[in-house]
Nanobody, 131 residues
Framework: QVHLAESGGGSVQDGGSLRLSCAVS????????ISWFRQSPGKEREGVAS????????IYADSVKGRFAISQDNIEDTVYLQMNNLKPEDSSMYYC????????????????????????WGQGTQVAVSS
């Protein structure tokens, strides 16, 4: 079993920054892929960024490339999502998810196009960006 707990959400103005944290516990092979997703009311869950924990390979959605960065602190067992130059369209509930890499490895990293394939999810943290 893998447990995830997100924190760090809040309200910022357009152009501001936030750092989300995801505290992770559980067997390493069960959380080889750790990713951030977001979902707004009435919209489908959208992949934001992924990290393959065994070699730190990352993948980003086009909409956040150059603005967001996913990283892992192995000592603290925490995965971060640094979000810079935030825009109103980034407002959403952000979720941390984890899963074994089987079925998720896309050759260049853990896929974020298939949220249904992730086995473990946190409760989410809200991000609001005002213009």
């Amino acid at each position: 079993q893998v447990h995830l707990a997100e924190s760090g959400g809040g309200s910022v103005q357009d152009g501001g920054s936030l750092r989300l944290s995801c505290a992770v516990s559980g067997a390493p092979y069960m959380r080889a892929c750790i990713s951030w997703f977001r979902q707004s009311p009435g919209k489908e869950r959208e992949g934001v960024a992924s990290l393959y924990s065994l070699d730190q390979t990352t993948i980003y959605a086009d909409s956040v490339k150059g603005r967001f960065a996913i990283s892992q602190d192995n000592i603290e067992d925490t995965v971060y999502l640094q979000m810079n130059n935030l825009k109103p369209e980034d407002s959403s509930m952000y979720y941390c998810a984890a899963s074994p890499s089987a079925g998720l490895w896309g050759g260049a990293g853990c896929l974020i196009a298939y949220p249904g394939k992730y086995r473990f999810w946190g409760q989410g943290t809200q991000v609001a960006v005002s213009s």
